[in-house]
């Protein structure tokens, strides 16, 4: 297997860049801050953005642990991988990275300057220092499930230049901010995800009183299980839906928590 190199500075456009440079030089798969992808799948491995702490999220970008090694190292087997390109900020990352994982060596080396504008870089590096914001190369709903209580979303096409060719799904990005952001750290209470699925749940029509909501978190989300009141005479399963989705789209548009599931108990009907 061929490996490559691309590596810049943090913060100056790499993993924004990453699928079309890899087009470029032949990659048929990625690895970035502890993720391997390829066509715009995860492959292996976990973001290390979504480590406790800026040391955590270095040492699990460098593949620390043996775990992790394994991983990536099964799936670039598996999935047949030719070439692969590695992201880092330096060149003694992205050797210590392929040292690793027992990949190597690099074969070549591509560096964001010969890629991108100073006034790119300028450009990505703000979005960095004044918003938080970091780029994954990879759809939202392919790392949704890492990300549960902070802020995700999809990358629209600033540079469409960049962008042009391939299948839409594998040109797709997601913009996150870290849980070690330096802009601070932020929780979201249980009362506030109760509040919205109560307040949901009233606004669809048939509903006549939200009798209860238990809560249950997990590491990748949370339960909502409601008990409900309807009104005698309405489609039963049909009210129940519509309070489902719209507990559901709302909890993770207004909090980025992942409702995993969302359950509905009728406890009466009244006139």
Do not use: W
Not at 14 to 43: E, F, H, P, T, W
Not at 211 to 229: A, Q, S, W, Y
């Amino acid at each position: 297997m061929k490996v490559i190199a691309f590596v810049g500075p943090s913060g100056t456009g790499k993993s924004y860049r990453s699928v079309i440079v890899s087009k470029q030089y032949g990659a048929d798969a990625i690895i970035d801050d502890g993720i391997l992808i390829s066509n715009g799948r995860l492959l292996a491995g976990s973001s290390a953005k979504n480590q406790p702490t800026r040391i955590a999220s270095v040492k699990h970008a460098l593949f620390m642990k043996p775990q992790q090694c394994v991983e990536v190292r099964k799936a670039l087997r598996e999935n047949n991988i030719s070439c692969l390109m590695i992201l880092g900020t330096s060149d003694g990352m992205v050797e210590k990275i392929a040292a690793n994982i027992g990949i190597g060596p690099i074969e070549h080396t591509v560096y964001i300057d010969e890629i991108a504008t100073s006034d790119e870089m300028k450009l990505a590096k703000s979005m960095r220092m004044e918003k938080g914001q970091h780029v994954i190369p990879v759809p939202t709903f392919e790392i949704k499930q890492q990300f549960s209580g902070y802020f995700l979303h999809p990358l629209r096409h600033f540079q469409r230049n960049l962008d042009n060719s391939g299948d839409v799904t594998e040109n797709e990005k997601s913009i996150v901010r870290p849980t070690f952001s330096y802009m601070g750290d932020y929780t979201i209470s249980d009362s506030v995800i109760v509040d919205i699925a109560a307040h949901e749940a009233r606004s669809i029509d048939g509903v006549v009183k939200v009798h209860n909501i238990n809560l249950r978190k997990t590491k990748h989300g949370v339960h909502i299980d409601t008990t409900l009141i309807l009104r005698y005479g309405v489609n039963i399963n049909e009210v129940g839906r519509n309070v489902q989705h719209a507990i559901r789209d709302n909890v993770e548009k207004y909090t980025s928590v992942n409702a995993r599931r969302v359950h509905i108990y009728v406890k009466n009907l009244k006139k």
